[in-house]
């Protein structure tokens, strides 16, 4: 067991890309914790998808033995966790795990709302922050301006910030010499104590089941040992206990201060709450730590399989996937226009895609997706509260009172030349603006904006009306009132559910106007011609005409031609069950998406 | 057993592959070769016919068509061997029809009088256009003038004459075409071919097109109108079409071309042919091997087939409606009915009427004007729903 005084628990906080997996790795090679020719890039982001986009979906630790210049080595544990603002929540709580954070910022771009966001995370749950300034083997890096950039933005000293390359190695041991001279041990624990463990997070592992990230506040834990879990009540013989260095290491106990993991046979990780305390079945600890509300999905979608055949294979696919990500929640869906299917809540948009993804690429099933879509609140008008997810099963307006939309405040840093274009942007999507500040040549915008207008494509149009130079960061702040009016789309004079929308009465009319002449592009001509409609209830505010097919026939066909001009149509026939039928129209799969993107 | 072809007719198909030179639009199984072995082709061709006449003894021939590639290039003598060999293997009927596709040049023309001897009643010819900057420009080697006076030979040699026209082709206007197809009809005898210019693939135009060149080539709203014109000044002047392009007097329409139309059986011979034949009740698809050289030495060794396979009923079906919506009488139900019992779903013809894209009456069922100018849409509904 190590003392206390030699354990340094932290975690490193950056926007996207400025460096923290490339830190990570350089910390674990320079430690010898990973042999040499075992050693490839982004260590920690182990599943593909978290490899393939750069992103880290679940927390991961790892322990490098560090022998510091006093003399003395140092267990340090590093939890590295998601980065992206879906995970907002999850990283809060990982964070309690730890004393300290590294703040990594890219010295080429100084400070982006995710660096904000995630600092700020870091502040409130106490920590020490040791800022590094990265990639400064770049010529275009500028520390003294970020530095500047960090004392007036987020207001803590950086006059001794760490100058690192993490790519070529630079400064690599000064930041080792940081943490541990910076961060604090943990707060005192006492081994002889009842168990007292924190559940920081859990995930699936397809050979050896769930598997626990804990982090030891008092007692030991013991390969063995009964333990109970305080929430959940649940009971385990532990099979195994370990550290990550990063491969998964055995050991023999895990003591006050440390981070390690846990395998007790657990099914399902539905079956943990992340924040839980771990204690012995016979000896408990007397009181529980607080413990965390369990996230809640903000964005909702549907999802449906293209082939209709593949619905029950999608049932089991979502099942297990759900089994091992509690953060997503799902109920069957029926659809006129799309069939049999699920309603799914996610954290958020890139939640979705990665969740999507996996059912597409490891389970096979290709998926229809609909507009994602926000929690209204519905009150009747005793003030009686209903929350509606899918646009589709909006009531009848005379039985509503009013209704109210979750609202987020929105942090976007910009260059200065395109301020103008992203506070047009924001307006558009009804923005309150609430801050407007200038850091070392940048805008900082914050707005109050409503959630429905950003889950869908604000994050594309942003990063294509800055040309990238965007960042952008939100966090909820609560439901309020607007006029909202439930949108549908007549497709051939019957309403296509899927793309049933809610808008804001005043912009009813623009997007039923855009919707319209986007499904006019999208529907292939039919022999006969089909009206597109967008009304309010039986009111119609947008109209176009797709007219009929003129001419599609075959100038020539004689006698040589019989079977291939057959196996032609035949192939047409084969495209067209990609499409839904939907009444007598045909609907290509892309239009239920396509038709929402906003292009201006 | 069926001897459903009845119900079409018999008819023989010759191929004859080589041309003076490739258009840039055609995918017709066409070769550009210097000396051809006329006599070594013409005993060929015989042989493959007797082979055929052998399998289907007792049949009476309605048609000989003469198709390419370039048949004007024959000699005499040759079209000669190939009729000999048909007179000896079936009956004829009385009034035979007997087509030669032709090129309008003079040196083609100089043999028409020798066709006629050999038994040709027919001639095609591929006019296509009727200004020299269009023809230059899809690749023929005639002028509007030379084409003229290959005509008038032809008329003068020929009971019967037809002409092809492709238009719709680049920047092209309706205007254009009109002034253009009342100097044709003005020209005409007892049938024309209008086709539109179709962009296939593997042709040089094909490739130009995939390339992003060849512009202003009409959209489908242009084509529309081209096409409705057509069907208007032909009708007015008395050739209505019998069949998407195909237009007639009233009974002087191409009966070799019937015969598939009406899904008739036909023999097909020379590279590329295909053949549709009913050999003990059952109707058989025949596929000549396609390249010049190729075939001579399969027909020489034994047979000119590549492949030969047995169609089964709702294939036949799907091949009968696909030909048989073409032509202005439709297709029989009944007929349809015994080659895939229950194939036709009636809610599928309910549905295409109730937009105006098909007629029904209690035997029959065809595609109206507006469902003519769709066709593919409408045989795509139809055909059955594979898995
Ligand atoms: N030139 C240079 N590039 C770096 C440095 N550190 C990271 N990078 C590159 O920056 C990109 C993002 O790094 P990564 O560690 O994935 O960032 P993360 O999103 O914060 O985990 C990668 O292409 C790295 O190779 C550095 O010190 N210098
Ligand atoms: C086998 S070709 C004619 C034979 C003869 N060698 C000739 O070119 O006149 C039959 C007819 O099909 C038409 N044709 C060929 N290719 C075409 C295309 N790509 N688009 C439209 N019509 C075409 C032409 O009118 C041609 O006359
Ligand atoms: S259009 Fe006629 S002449 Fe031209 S290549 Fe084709 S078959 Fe030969
Ligand atoms: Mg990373």
Redesign the interface.
């Known amino acids: 067991m190590t003392p206390l005084s030699r354990i340094r628990n932290f975690s490193i906080v950056a926007h996207i890309d400025h460096g923290k997996s490339t830190l990570a790795d350089r910390l674990i090679q320079l430690t010898g914790t990973v042999a040499e020719r075992d050693m490839k890039d982004q260590l920690l982001d182990a599943m593909d998808i978290e490899r393939e986009r750069g992103i880290t979906i679940k927390a991961n630790t790892v322990r490098i033995d560090y022998p510091a210049k006093d003399g003395n080595t140092y267990v340090l544990n590093l939890i590295d966790t998601p980065g992206h603002v879906d995970f907002a929540y999850e990283v809060a709580r990982s964070m309690q795990a730890v004393e300290g954070s590294l703040l990594v910022v890219d010295a080429t771009q100084g400070v982006e709302a995710q660096t904000l966001a995630n600092v700020y995370t870091a502040i409130d749950a106490d920590h020490e922050i040791v800022p590094v300034l990265n990639k400064v083997d770049l010529p275009a890096s500028d520390p003294d301006r970020v530095r500047e950039q960090i004392e007036d933005v987020i207001g803590i000293d950086a006059s001794e910030a760490c100058l690192i390359s993490a790519k070529t190695g630079v400064g690599i041991p000064d930041v080792l010499e940081a943490i541990v001279n910076k961060l604090p041990p943990p707060d005192e624990g006492d081994a002889d104590k009842p168990l007292k463990a924190m559940l920081v997070d859990s995930k699936y592992d397809q050979y050896l089941g769930v598997i626990v990230i804990v982090r030891v506040i008092d007692g030991t834990l013991k390969k063995g040992d009964r333990i109970r879990m305080m929430k959940t009540g649940g009971t385990y013989d532990v099979d195994d206990v370990g550290v990550y260095r990063p491969a998964m290491t055995a050991v023999e106990s895990l003591g006050p201060g440390e981070i390690g993991y846990l395998n007790a046979s657990i099914k399902q990780v539905r079956d943990t709450r992340v924040g839980d305390t771990i204690t012995h079945e016979k000896k408990p600890c007397e009181t529980a730590l607080p413990g965390f509300k369990p996230s809640v999905p903000v964005v909702f979608c549907g999802l449906f399989p293209v082939d209709a055949n593949d619905f029950e294979d999608m049932r089991d696919a979502i099942e297990k996937l759900a089994l091992n990500d509690a953060s997503f929640t799902y109920e069957m869906e029926t659809s006129a226009a799309l069939g049999f299917g699920f309603r799914c809540g996610f954290l958020g948009l890139l939640h979705l895609e990665v969740i999507r993804d996996r059912l597409e690429r490891e389970y096979g099933i290709e998926l229809i997706t609909t507009a994602p879509s926000v929690i209204y609140h519905l009150y009747t008008k005793d003030g009686e509260r209903r929350d509606l997810h899918n646009p589709a099963d909006m009531p009848d307006m005379t039985t509503v009172g009013h209704i109210e939309e979750p609202r987020i405040k929105a942090t976007i840093m910009v260059p200065d030349e395109y301020l103008g274009d992203v506070l047009k942007l924001c307006q558009e999507r009804r923005g309150l603006q609430m801050d407007l500040t200038y850091v070392g040549g940048r805008a900082m915008a914050v707005y109050d904006l409503p959630l429905n207008e950003v889950v869908f494509d604000f994050y594309d149009r942003l990063k294509s009306v800055t040309k990238g130079y965007a960042s952008f960061d939100y966090e909820m702040i609560g439901y309020r009132e607007d006029n909202l009016v439930k949108m549908s789309i007549l497709v051939n004079d019957e309403p296509v559910d899927a793309l049933a929308m809610m808008v804001h009465r005043d912009r009813a009319e623009m997007r039923g106007r855009a919707m319209c002449e986007k499904l006019k592009e999208l529907i292939p001509r039919h022999m006969f011609k089909i009206p597109i409609q967008a009304a309010i209830g039986a009111k119609v505010i947008a109209r176009e005409t797709l007219s009929a097919m003129r001419k599609d026939v075959t100038a020539k066909c004689y006698g040589g031609d019989a079977s291939r001009k057959k196996k032609l149509l035949e192939k047409q026939k084969a495209g067209k069950k990609k499409m839904r039928q939907f009444g007598k129209v045909e609907i290509p799969q892309e239009a239920f998406i396509s038709a929402l993107k906003m292009d201006s | 057993m069926s001897e459903d072809w009845r119900e079409g007719g018999f008819a023989l ?1 010759v191929h004859w592959p080589f041309c003076e030179a490739k258009c840039p639009y055609c995918d017709f199984n066409s070769h550009v070769v210097a000396n051809v072995d006329q006599d070594r082709w013409a005993r060929a061709l015989a042989a493959e016919i007797a082979r055929s006449a052998a399998l289907t003894p007792g049949r009476v021939l309605k048609s000989i068509f003469f ?1 390419g590639g370039t048949p004007s290039l024959m000699k005499p003598e040759t079209v000669e061997t190939v009729l000999r060999a048909a007179r000896d293997g079936w009956t004829w009927a009385n009034d035979i029809e007997i087509t030669l596709e032709a090129n309008p040049r003079s040196v083609e023309a100089a043999r028409f009088q020798g066709f006629a001897s050999a038994g040709v009643n027919r001639v095609s010819l591929g006019v296509q256009a009727l200004n020299d900057a269009d023809l230059r420009r899809l690749g023929r080697l005639h002028s509007a003038a030379e084409a003229q006076v290959a005509f008038d030979t032809a008329r003068d040699t020929f009971d019967r004459v037809s002409f092809d026209l492709i238009y719709a082709r680049q920047n092209q206007t309706l205007a254009d075409w009109e002034t253009e197809l009342r100097s044709a009809l003005a020209l005409a005898v007892d049938h024309m071919s209008l ?4 962009i296939e693939p593997g042709t040089a135009f094909g490739a130009r097109h995939a390339a992003g060149g060849l512009r202003g080539l009409p959209d ?2 242009l ?2 109108d081209m ?1 409705e014109l057509t069907q208007a000044l032909c009708e007015a002047a008395g050739y209505p079409a019998y069949e ?2 195909n237009h007639a007097r009233p009974g002087a329409e191409s009966r070799h ?1 019937l ?2 139309w009406h899904y008739g059986d ?1 023999v ?1 011979v020379g590279p ?5 034949v009913t050999i003990d009740g059952r109707k058989h ?1 025949t596929e000549d091997w396609t390249a010049p050289g190729k075939w001579l030495e399969a027909a020489e060794a034994g047979s000119g087939h590549r492949s030969v396979a047995e169609l089964d009923g709702p ?1 036949q079906a ?2 009968y409606m ?2 048989g919506l ?1 032509v202005c009488e439709g297709v029989d139900i009944d007929r349809l009915e015994r080659m895939a019992p229950g194939g036709i779903a009636q809610e599928k013809l309910a ?2 009427q109730d ?3 098909l007629w029904k009456e209690s035997t029959r069922f065809g595609v109206t004007a507006r469902g ?9 509904e139809l ?1 059955p ?2 898995d």
């Not at chain 2, 590329?272 to 549709?276: E, S």
């Open positions: 198909y198709g086709y539109q210019l179709t489908e709203d084509a529309a096409y998407v392009s071309n015969v598939y036909y097909g590329g042919a295909h053949g549709r698809a294939t799907g091949e696909l030909m073409r549905a295409l937009i105006g894209v003519r100018m769709v066709l593919n849409a409408v045989v795509t055909l729903d594979q």
